[in-house]
């Protein structure tokens, strides 16, 4: 399964450690948002949106991307880190792939390190996350997301 991850990941790189593990399983291409490159995700099987979540959702780097370039009808997933909760996490996202007939096949998150804001002043919430538990979890979502495709489910 050619993958895309399209992500934003700043801060503590949170998010970027999460898709690094999935990366790391098989054929995945992880693509940064806020660079300027060609974008050409109908060359991909399946198309992943990853961001932390800022105020209670979805970077909006990351929703302006899908809403340019995802082609209609790709299998998408999404992924997110976040300090204290996810909020509507993927809420955004999920509407766009309806709006573009995107089979939705699944939602990874987990706790990341966040010193944003007024978490600053606490030394910050979710330190040391995501830890190798975390990480263990995103490569059973990607893995058990990869087998469901590759056995022609997409669900």
Do not use: W
Not at 54 to 77: M, N
Not at 91 to 103: F, N, S, T, V, Y
Not at 116 to 132: E, N, Q, R, S, T
Request: some cysteine; charged content about 25%; overall charge positive.
């Amino acid at each position: 399964m050619k993958t895309a991850i399209c992500y934003y990941s700043r801060h503590h790189g949170n998010t970027l450690q999460v898709l690094e593990v999935m990366a790391a399983e098989g054929d995945v291409t992880l693509l940064d948002v806020t660079t300027r490159q060609i974008v050409r995700l109908e060359e991909y099987d399946c198309i992943g949106f990853a961001s932390g979540i800022y105020g209670f959702s979805f970077h909006q780097a990351v929703t302006a991307f899908a809403r340019q370039y995802l082609p209609q009808g790709k299998p998408v997933f999404f992924a997110c880190t976040y300090g204290m909760t996810k909020g509507s996490g993927p809420k955004d996202l999920m509407e766009i792939a309806r709006e573009k007939g995107c089979p939705v096949l699944g939602a990874f998150g987990c706790k990341g390190y966040d010193t944003f804001g007024p978490f600053a002043l606490l030394g910050g919430i979710a330190k040391g996350h995501p830890d190798a538990r975390d990480l263990e979890n995103a490569r059973r979502f990607f893995q058990k997301l990869r087998e469901n495709y590759d056995s022609g489910e997409k669900k």
